[in-house]
């Protein structure tokens, strides 16, 4: 199987990567307002914890901002470094959020474009219960954003991030004024190998709808 796989990447073809689910994962997100520890629910996502650990196995979030917070909703980040210069990340995975998790406050979840299956890095923490962002349906607007995790320790810096002042800069709304790091991501408690996938990064499409999480006030009815 190994032997296969090496073929198909020397060839440049896409192959499914085989995944070592584990019963617990936790993360660390250390930030310049303090640390939030997260437990992972591979058993209900397991293709977006995958692909969360992917980023966080090479180091990717390690540097990146909180982009975008907004006070009573959620905090967004995971895809710009310093200046709002966007990442390069892996392809877009597929959409978990039929998996009976509901965004509720301190729950870990995807952000995404319209597009249903579209989530590459960019996660956000919510900060109160967001019930219009559950799965509802298979349409777009109501297919819902993937939670795969929920926040154990560290809540208070989550809410310390979401009160902070924000500016607009550019096409970018609720931006925090100073910015705020995650200087690192680490696995702190795993209790199984997780197989990395076999992605390439690939070049992000900067557009103003990038990855957004919609405000209460756009979707709700």
């Not at 032997?3 to 990447?9: A, H, M, P, S, T």
């Not at 954003?145 to 709304?173: H, N, P, R």
């Amino acid at each position: 199987m190994r032997k296969l796989c090496l073929c198909l990447v020397l060839l440049g073809l896409s192959a499914t990567p085989m995944l070592s689910i584990p019963k617990e994962v936790i993360v660390k997100l250390a930030t310049t307002q303090g640390d939030i520890i997260v437990q992972l629910y591979p058993e209900k996502a397991p293709l977006t914890v995958q692909n969360f650990l992917d980023y966080v196995n090479e180091g990717f979030y390690n540097g990146t901002l909180f982009h975008r917070v907004i006070p009573g909703f959620m905090v967004q980040g995971g895809g710009f470094t310093p200046g709002l210069r966007q990442k390069k990340t892996l392809p877009p995975i597929k959409n978990e959020a039929n998996n009976g998790l509901q965004n509720q406050r301190g729950t870990l979840a995807m952000a995404r474009t319209s597009a249903i299956d579209s989530a590459t890095s960019q996660f956000f923490i919510n900060v109160a219960e967001n019930k219009f962002l559950n799965y509802r349906g298979s349409n777009s607007n109501e297919y819902g954003y993937t939670v795969f995790g929920s926040v154990i320790e560290g809540i208070e810096t989550v809410d310390k991030i979401a009160t902070v002042l924000t500016t607009t800069s550019g096409y970018f709304e609720n931006v925090p004024a100073e910015d705020i790091v995650i200087t690192s991501a680490q696995i702190i408690s795993l209790d199984t190998d997780v197989t990395p996938t076999l992605n390439t990064l690939v070049p992000a499409k900067v557009s103003p709808n990038t990855s957004i999480v919609p405000t209460a006030s756009k979707w709700v009815k």
